[in-house]
């Protein structure tokens, strides 16, 4: 599920109550959808919820926004791949030593499109990983990892640079028939909830500004 809209931007205040409201609403006619659901323990994994507003659609275990200048696609990402990307290639994994510690942070692999004659703006610092009930959370970003790599301080430099590659961190300009791909991390709650909603809130196309909103549910890693 998900909203669209190309309102001039509200406060921030405003932005993350109509953003609360917003995600309880979908939360509620997920649950019609999908009945009630244990709670979840220990590392997440997620897979999406059908959406059915305008312009959204599930596409190969993504969703996916495609509007008629632009595309934006949420797939939920497995913390095991994640850090089997890194042994494989042969890199220091920014989150971990073992899939234990990659485990506790939630994946998306995000990609945008721009198939406009205008510039795309996307700000990742002002997404956020909803929950009912809770404040929202913020992405992972490479200062961040000096707090979760306390325990191993060998190899910041050689993390900070694998997460600059792999991640959305800084805002990334996408220009006219341009597209790019990155992970949006963040720490897994300390409560799994049953669902949550991914909003990217700072996406612009020239003055134009788009919210948008992808749900996914949660079940148990293992």
């Given at each position: 599920?998900?909203?669209?809209?190309?309102?001039?931007?509200?406060?921030?205040?405003?932005?993350?109550?109509?953003?609360?409201?917003?995600t309880?609403?979908?939360?509620?006619?997920?649950?019609?959808?999908?009945?009630?659901?244990?709670?979840?323990?220990?590392?997440?994994l997620?897979?999406?919820?059908?959406?059915?507003?305008?312009?959204?659609?599930?596409?190969?275990?993504?969703?996916?926004?495609?509007?008629?200048?632009?595309?934006?696609?949420?797939?939920?990402?497995?913390?095991?791949?994640?850090?089997?990307?890194?042994?494989?290639?042969?890199?220091?994994?920014?989150?971990?030593?073992?899939?234990?510690?990659?485990?506790?942070?939630?994946?998306?692999?995000?990609?945008?499109?721009?198939?406009?004659?205008?510039?795309?703006?996307?700000?990742?610092?002002?997404?956020?990983?909803?929950?009912?009930?809770?404040?929202?959370?913020?992405?992972?970003?490479?200062?961040?990892?000096?707090?979760?790599?306390?325990?191993?301080?060998?190899?910041?430099?050689?993390?900070?640079?694998?997460?600059?590659?792999?991640?959305?961190?800084?805002?990334?300009t996408?220009r006219?028939?341009?597209?790019?791909?990155r992970?949006?991390?963040?720490?897994?709650?300390?409560?799994?909830?049953?669902?949550?909603?991914?909003?990217?809130?700072?996406?612009?196309?020239?003055?134009?500004?788009?919210?948008?909103?992808?749900?996914?549910?949660?079940?148990?890693?293992?």
């Open positions: 599920m998900g909203n669209w809209s190309i309102e001039p931007r509200a406060s921030a205040p405003v932005k993350r109550a109509r953003s609360i409201f917003l309880t609403a979908l939360a509620a006619t997920v649950a019609l959808l999908v009945g009630c659901a244990t709670a979840v323990k220990g590392p997440l997620l897979h999406p919820v059908p959406p059915t507003l305008e312009k959204y659609s599930l596409t190969q275990g993504a969703l996916v926004f495609s509007g008629p200048d632009f595309s934006v696609s949420a797939r939920p990402w497995d913390y095991r791949l994640v850090a089997e990307e890194f042994r494989a290639a042969g890199e220091t994994c920014p989150f971990g030593t073992d899939d234990t510690q990659v485990g506790r942070f939630v994946f998306f692999r995000v990609r945008l499109e721009n198939r406009s004659t205008r510039t795309l703006v996307f700000n990742p610092m002002r997404a956020s990983l909803l929950i009912e009930g809770e404040p929202p959370l913020i992405p992972l970003e490479n200062s961040d990892l000096f707090a979760f790599t306390s325990e191993d301080s060998t190899g910041v430099e050689e993390r900070g640079r694998a997460f600059r590659r792999t991640c959305f961190d800084l805002p990334v996408i006219p028939g341009q597209s790019v791909e992970y949006l991390v963040f720490t897994s709650p300390e409560d799994p909830p049953q669902r949550v909603a991914v909003e990217l809130g700072d996406l612009w196309l020239d003055s134009k500004s788009f919210t948008l909103h992808f749900v996914f549910e949660t079940f148990p890693g293992k």
